[in-house]
Nanobody, 121 residues
Framework: QVQLVESGGGSVQAGDSLRLSCAVS????????MGWFRQAPGKEREFVAA????????VYADSAKGRFTISRDNAKNTVYLQMNSLKPEDTAGYYC??????????????WGQGTQVTVSS
């Protein structure tokens, strides 16, 4: 069982940066994968980035490579999404998610409430 709480969203100008945080609680996290997804109005939910809690290996969507960085802090039980060079097309609700296991066909079974990111031109 995992509980997720996102924070750090806001309204910014194109080219600015934001750092999203996801506070994680649970009995054990060593076998979990943490992910960030986003969903804009009228669009499907989109994968952004993921990280293994143990070891910290990462994977990114093409749209995020070179601009976004996912990381985690074991001491704070928090996963981050650092977003640089933001573009208007990054505007979306951003959601933290978690799954137990490394298999890519497993669903992200736990979800936070989301935090809104709005990027204006």
């Amino acid at each position: 069982q995992v509980q997720l709480v996102e924070s750090g969203g806001g309204s910014v100008q194109a080219g600015d940066s934001l750092r999203l945080s996801c506070a994680v609680s649970g009995r054990t996290l060593s076998s979990y994968v943490m992910g960030w997804f986003r969903q804009a109005p009228g669009k499907e939910r989109e994968f952004v980035a993921a990280i293994r809690w143990s070891g910290g290996s990462t994977v990114y969507a093409d749209s995020a490579k070179g601009r976004f960085t996912i990381s985690r802090d074991n001491a704070k039980n928090t996963v981050y999404l650092q977003m640089n060079s933001l573009k208007p097309e990054d505007t979306a609700g951003y959601y933290c998610a978690a799954r137990n296991g490394y298999r890519t066909d497993l669903p992200f079974e736990y979800w936070g409430q989301g935090t809104q990111v709005t990027v204006s031109s």
